[in-house]
């Protein structure tokens, strides 16, 4: 029988953080693999390459997605917003990239904290592979993971996700405004795009445009002025 592969899914959040140094401390043997959408935000590749620069060892992965190997430029060319109901992004960006890298058997690790239990027991990415959430078993919480990461001296990582990301909340839309202006304008470029082609207004958070996100529940300090 051939030999069991062990993987850990890594996002390059605080969750696969603690979970990587958890592995580590028990000295198990793994691969950390990353998939890279091409549309992670700065701060989580400057994460990447800090983590390398401490010695632990990641594997990226680039998509091939008919040829994209980010999703921004894919949404671009067909004029059409990440997955928003079908999540078809992260099938086609990050599932379908790990499947055709896992050789199977094998055991991934996943790092859903057990306060987001409810998002764990998903299906493995192909036949052959189990899913081991040890977050969940050992009911370790997303405030022990930041515990977890501290203790061992290493910074903390900005939550994981694409700068592009339908989810993404009115915060960390504003955090991008205000501090990479250039993939705030892609949003809404992709906004656009997919608009002038549905010939209705799409937006990215399908409630709220790109825009009212950024600038919503922000004071307009300018009303204090006087005269
Ligand atoms: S983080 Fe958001 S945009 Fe990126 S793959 Fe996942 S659902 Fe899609």
């Known amino acids: 029988m051939s030999e069991i592969k062990l993987y850990l899914s ?39 390459n800090y983590l390398r620069e401490q010695g632990y060892e990641i594997t990226v992965l680039k998509p091939d997605v008919g040829g994209f190997d980010n999703l921004y430029g894919y949404c671009k060319h067909y004029r059409i917003v990440p997955g928003q109901f079908t999540r078809w992004c992260t099938y086609k960006f990050k599932i379908k990239t790990l499947k055709n890298y896992i050789e199977s058997p094998a055991v991934m690790f996943v790092g859903i904290a057990y306060d987001e239990k409810h998002r764990a027991f998903t299906k493995p990415v192909k036949n052959g592979v189990i899913n081991a959430y040890p977050l969940v078993n050992y009911r ?56 002038e082609r549905a010939e209705r207004e799409i937006y990215l958070n399908w409630k709220k445009k790109t825009e009212e996100l950024a600038h919503e529940d922000v004071i307009d300090i300018t009303v204090f002025l006087e005269g």
Do not use: Q
Request: hydrophobic fraction near 35%.
């Open 10 to 48: 890594h996002g390059m959040g605080v969750n696969s953080t603690a979970l990587m140094l958890m592995l580590e401390d028990f000295g198990i043997k793994y691969e950390a693999v990353f998939v890279d959408t091409g549309c992670e935000h700065p701060e989580t590749y400057e994460y990447l």
């Open 140 to 195: 370790v919480t997303r405030e022990e993971c930041i515990k977890i990461i501290k203790e061992h001296g290493l910074k903390i990582p900005r939550k994981s996700g694409c700068w592009l990301c339908p989810f993404a909340k009115k915060e960390e839309v504003r955090e991008l405004y205000l501090k990479h202006r250039e993939l705030y304008e892609k949003r809404k470029e992709i906004e656009r795009l997919a608009s």
